[in-house]
């Protein structure tokens, strides 16, 4: 039943050290598409479906731990394999192994980097997510982090020449550096004694509550940083545009999910004592930052940077599940605690599947069209009709509609919001419900997301006319999406088997398994709580509908005469209707700009009724980078310029300065 | 299968084709309220029935561009309605399908029902069917949070999600009114208005394009789909009304296995859906539509006062 049950961790190492072969094998023809993208990828993908039975093996075995001779002398690579790495390398696995299948068909010679290159890249940004989450001492964790940072800067510049990529890479770098020095006073602050690094060390050094907040708040800004916590989400809009779609997906779907693991092992694992209020910090931001991401996806009119805010928005639902488990494990109650946790992991796992369906999805559409922009898509159901089909089931999960998977972690959270009274705080639990209003909210605007991200793409008449040649995605590519469609569907319809293996990783971090509870109710009902309280069982919920829809569909089949025509589309009569009647993109966008106007900075440029050459144009813009990021350039550019009045690139005049250093030194030093 | 499991079943079988086939009579109801109200003669009862036959007779007609999409959301919306029909308690609260959908569960059908409906809108690729998606969805992501605010006060009461233990326990097993649940109830009524597409947010009878929420996403039906989109639509209203009475107005629905008070549990339902029904005609005859932009103004209410119920709840304990 469960094979290498013996070492997961050797075969997990053994596994990495696969796909750095793989990778290092691309520089050996590296010019040749062929080689890389029909025998390296393949056999990569491969890696990562090894990569899932390891860890799902691992997932229900004790911690094992191994120590590496490697790096520097005195300080080798601690390795440690528990529930919550294993549970994120399941992700890892699955999410590698159906975007190495999409490569196989995707990558297209000619466009940027060479193809063994790029290989080696994508093989070496895999192997250091699998690190990041084995390691068990702060040095090979930012070696690991670092070495992720540096593959996947220059996966998302593939398209080098392009000077907005460039830039896009360029901010995604830097942003990426302040998370990591971020991290790298975290874990000075949580320094073990006598400057010991490794996790156990840190874990049994107990800090005072200034100095456990302050390591708190680093990681948060830290792995926010990774993550696209507000507000250092910038670079995410504009990195995954940039971006191949595989490399988009990965990123999106593992890459974000790193950070929240290691959020996980820093604020579960290593500080041991916890307070209140850091929860109620990573909640209310995890909430700011979901309702600020699917605020700025409903008015974006690039497919991709619609799929990177809402990215953005799910990580904040999963920061705020991260938030409410916290709170719940500081005042002990750990029922609660595992039920936020489960819902959050799940949430994690079923954001991987889902957004990476849709961008793989947008880039077969990519492909077909040569076209990013939605106002030049539309009626793509008709000339790709499997790329279409699989983008609705991953636009539905998005949306969180039941039975698909997104709802059931959704419906997890709400649970967990729903049965918060009763903490002793009586603020929090007055704000707290709140909160899954919020929640809520979200929730129902990633549904207009998705009908404007799905019905601008894929449905009504074609807005070009070159798009009626658009071709549907090749063999592997179907393949690929066709795995993460059956995802989508199996993690919605058997939520008992994820729980099953979340308990694992719940008991480990806040001593509490879930199935304990729901035990003896079987595999149909899922009631997480106990079963008069709630259940949820999605089996039945897809025979309802579907039981219903075929008797009602027999009934009129059998009742009915069946008689149809075809004629033009009615549209209140209105004859002369053509394709750029329909709603766009930024007719989407307009009632939301409208409603929730004081998040946007907007600009409309209308023009002079009399005008010959009218303009019209509004952009919607991103008020932190305004408040914040401007201001600090600018900032910086002024204390350089200050500071460069120093400079003249005169020889004599830098003698002059070190000669006055030496007299100022022998002045005061004497 | 025992004898237990037979009478739950036909139970359940029982009270969902109920609700699927008293739902246009609901709606011709409130439409011969309304015609009173305003001093009409009404075209009487059963004329929701009588157009699902007219409709069910003509032909149906697919614009070219139509996709299977198009074609199969009626019948998507249909087996929605009435999985949400068969787990809501109207006459008894033993419902066999009850445990695999709460409360949350049911918004997620509703919210299913709804995105399809709204995408095969756009389907066709027409102005007014986009529009239509586009304001239908606008309103639904508003209403939602405040339809959630709504449920929790309820929840914080029972301590429970599902509808069947909610019903069990106000109804039969606490006799006490809940100061709260008022609230919950003006804000539910609201919502209720909105997800329906009643006025003041929507106008069920108008044909006026700029106007148009729901009736603009149904321009390019027609026959058994328009039969099917519009049969589900009663449906939905009257389910909406049960979960208002099971939340609200309990009292009468029998306990699993007594049957001695059935018939007088049914007559209960149509006594409260039939009071429903004329006080929503009121309530819709006395309301002029709003625009669309302040429909967002008149959900915060709803959400306010749903707040506002479930704080009172919370700290006062009523």
């Known amino acids: ?670 | 299968m025992t004898l237990a499991h037979l009478i739950s079943f036909l139970s359940q079988l029982t009270q969902t084709l109920l609700v699927v086939l008293i739902a246009p009579l609901m709606l011709g109801w409130v439409a011969q309220c309304r015609a009173w109200l305003q001093n009409r003669s009404g075209p009487g009862l059963l004329q929701p029935y009588r157009v699902l036959f007219k409709l069910l007779h003509k032909d149906a007609l697919l614009a070219h561009n139509a996709s299977p999409l198009f074609r199969s959301a009626p019948y998507i919306q249909f087996g929605c309605m009435v999985l949400a029909a068969s787990v809501v308690p109207i006459i008894e609260t033993n419902l066999l399908f009850a445990p695999a959908a709460d409360v949350i569960a049911l918004v997620g059908v509703f919210a299913l029902a709804r995105v399809f409906s709204s995408l095969a809108a756009m389907d066709v690729g027409t102005a007014f069917g986009s529009l239509g998606a586009r304001r239908e969805m606008l309103v639904a992501s508003l209403s939602e949070p405040a339809l959630l605010m709504v449920l929790f006060t309820p929840l914080l009461i029972v301590q429970s999600s599902s509808l069947n233990t909610i019903v069990d326990t106000l109804a039969h097993r606490e006799f006490q009114l809940h100061p709260s649940l008022a609230f919950a109830a003006v804000a539910f009524v609201m919502v209720l208005l909105a997800e329906n597409a009643r006025i003041p947010i929507d106008n069920p009878s108008t044909h006026l394009e700029l106007t148009m929420i729901h009736e603009a996403m149904i321009l390019e039906y027609s026959g058994r789909h328009l039969a099917l989109i519009e049969w589900a639509h009663a449906i939905k209203f009257t389910t909406y009304c049960a979960i208002g009475i099971a939340l609200f107005v309990p009292w009468g629905i029998a306990q699993a296995g007594v049957w001695q008070v059935l018939p007088g549990a049914v007559f209960a339902l149509l006594v409260k859906l039939g009071v429903a029904g004329a006080g929503l005609a009121l309530l819709e005859s006395v309301c002029a539509k709003l625009r669309i932009f302040r429909a967002p103004e008149f959900m915060g209410m709803a959400f306010m006062l749903a707040a506002l119920g479930m704080l009172t709840r919370l700290l006062l304990g009523a």
Not at chain 1, 181 to 195: D, K, M, P, R, S
Not at chain 1, 522 to 534: E, K, S, V
Request: hydrophobic residues 55%; charged residues 10%; neutral net charge.
């Open chain 1, 1 to 670: 039943m469960y094979p290498f049950e013996e070492a997961p961790l050797d075969l997990i190492l053994g596994i990495v050290l696969y796909w750095l072969l793989i990778g290092a094998a691309g520089l050996l023809r590296p010019a040749s598409l062929r080689f890389v993208s029909r025998v390296l990828f393949p056999m990569g993908a491969l890696g990562g479906l090894l990569l899932v039975i390891a860890a799902l093996t691992a997932v229900r075995l004790d911690p094992a731990s191994m120590v590496l001779p490697l790096g520097l002398p005195d300080l080798p690579f601690h390795l440690r394999l528990d529930a919550l790495s294993a549970f994120f390398m399941v992700l890892v696995g699955a999410i590698a192994f159906g975007v190495s299948l999409f490569s196989v068909g995707y990558f297209r010679s000619g466009e940027g980097a060479l193809p063994g290159l790029l290989c080696l890249q994508y093989h070496v940004f895999l192997s250091s997510m699998v690190m990041v989450m084995l390691a068990d001492d702060a040095y090979l964790f930012m070696v690991a982090w670092e070495t992720m940072a540096l593959s996947s800067y220059f996966l998302v510049t593939t398209s080098h020449r392009i000077p907005e990529i460039r830039r896009a890479g360029f901010l995604y770098l830097l942003i990426a550096h302040i998370g990591a020095i971020a991290l790298l006073l975290c874990f000075g602050v949580i320094h073990g004694e006598a400057g010991h690094y490794a996790f156990d060390a840190l874990r049994a050094n107990s800090l005072s509550p200034f100095w456990g907040s302050a390591a708190f708040l680093l990681a948060l800004a830290g792995f926010g940083a990774k993550a696209g916590l507000l507000p250092l989400h910038v670079w995410l809009p504009e990195a995954h545009p940039a971006a191949p779609s595989p490399v988009s997906a990965l990123m999106s779907a593992v890459m974000l999910k790193t950070a929240v693991y290691g959020f996980l092992r820093v604020g579960f694992d290593l500080l041991s004592a916890p307070l209140w209020w850091w929860g109620v910090t990573a909640l209310v931001l995890g909430l700011l930052t979901a309702l600020f991401g699917v605020m700025f996806a409903a008015v974006q009119s690039d497919m991709k940077r619609l799929l990177a805010y809402s990215s953005i928005e799910s990580i904040g639902i999963i920061f705020a599940g991260v938030g409410l488990a916290m709170i719940f494990h500081t005042y002990h109650n750990p029922h609660l605690a595992a039920l936020a946790l489960a819902a959050t992991l799940y949430h994690c796992l079923n954001h991987a599947f889902f957004k990476c369906l849709l961008f793989l999805g947008t880039g077969s559409v990519l492909h077909a069209t040569n076209e990013r922009n939605l106002g030049r898509l539309g009626g793509l159901m008709r000339t790709m009709p499997w790329v279409a089909g699989f983008s609705l089931v991953g636009a539905l999960a998005i949306a969180g509609l039941p039975p698909l998977n997104g709802f059931v972690s959704e419906w997890l959270l709400l649970q967990a919001f729903l049965f918060s009274p009763g903490l002793p705080n009586p603020y929090l639990n007055m704000l707290v419900p709140l909160g899954s209003a919020a929640l809520v909210l979200a929730a129902a605007l990633s549904g207009y997301v998705m009908v404007k991200f799905y019905g601008v793409i894929f449905l009504g008449q074609p807005r070009e006319d070159k798009l009626a040649s658009a071709h549907d995605a090749g063999g592997w590519e179907r393949c690929a999406l066709a795995w993460f469609a059956l995802g989508c569907i199996a993690l919605g319809l058997f939520p008992m088997a994820v729980i099953l293996m979340l308990d694992h990783v719940t008991s480990l971090l806040v001593n509490f398994s879930l199935s304990s509870v729901t035990s003896g109710r079987g595999w149909l009902l899922f009631a997480p709580i106990a079963a008069q309280r709630a259940s949820y069982g999605p089996l039945f919920f897809l025979l309802g509908i579907v039981g219903t829809l075929a008797v009602t569909f027999l009934a009129v089949r059998a009742f009915y005469h069946g008689r149809l025509r075809r004629g033009n589309a009615w549209d209140c009569g209105f004859p002369a209707q053509t394709s750029r009647m329909q709603d766009t993109a930024e007719g989407f966008g307009q009632p939301i700009t409208q409603i929730f106007e004081p998040f946007f900075r907007v600009r409309r440029e209308m023009p002079d009724p009399f005008s010959r050459t009218p303009v019209y144009f509004k952009t919607n813009e991103d008020r932190i980078w305004y408040w914040l990021y401007l201001p600090v350039a600018h900032a910086h550019e002024r204390i350089a310029s200050w500071i460069g009045v120093l400079q003249h690139g005169r020889i004599h005049i830098y003698l002059l300065y070190s000669f006055a250093t030496l007299l100022a030194l022998l002045l005061f030093v004497r």
